[in-house]
């Protein structure tokens, strides 16, 4: 973990108005936020270059599918967290079975779920 002990969670959403509720909500729960990004080259170019302990991807950005970069984040053996309005089923197959919030969720449920994938001691 980074931070001084604080996990960093990378933030991938396009909506302002989400991106700022998720970037609050985080920051509210002590977490450090890197983001949010709101583009596929955007988002792909920060993992590289942000340390980071977790992903939270929505999965459809401005009609680019963020799938470039699950994959890259489950090769590199980062936990992510699906963000997205689709149904497990509407999910290529490799993506089913990873951890994934629906929206509309709020903030409760969306450090809950970071903490049952990532928990912090």
Do not use: W
Request: hydrophobic content about 50%; proline content about 7%; overall charge negative.
């Amino acid at each position: 973990m980074n931070a001084g002990n604080r996990c960093r969670v990378l933030v991938v959403e396009d909506e302002f108005l989400v991106a700022l509720q998720i970037e609050a909500d985080l920051l509210a729960a002590g977490y450090v936020v890197v983001g949010p990004f709101t583009s596929l080259a955007q988002s792909i170019s920060a993992a590289r270059a942000h340390p980071f302990d977790i992903a939270t991807l929505d999965l459809n950005l401005r009609g680019e599918f963020a799938y470039p970069l699950v994959d890259e984040l489950v090769d590199r053996k980062v936990p992510v967290l699906l963000l997205t309005g689709y149904a497990a089923h509407d999910l290529p197959e490799r993506f089913r079975a990873l951890p994934r919030l629906a929206k509309p969720f709020d903030g409760t449920q969306l450090i809950r779920k970071i903490s049952d994938i990532y928990p912090v001691s």
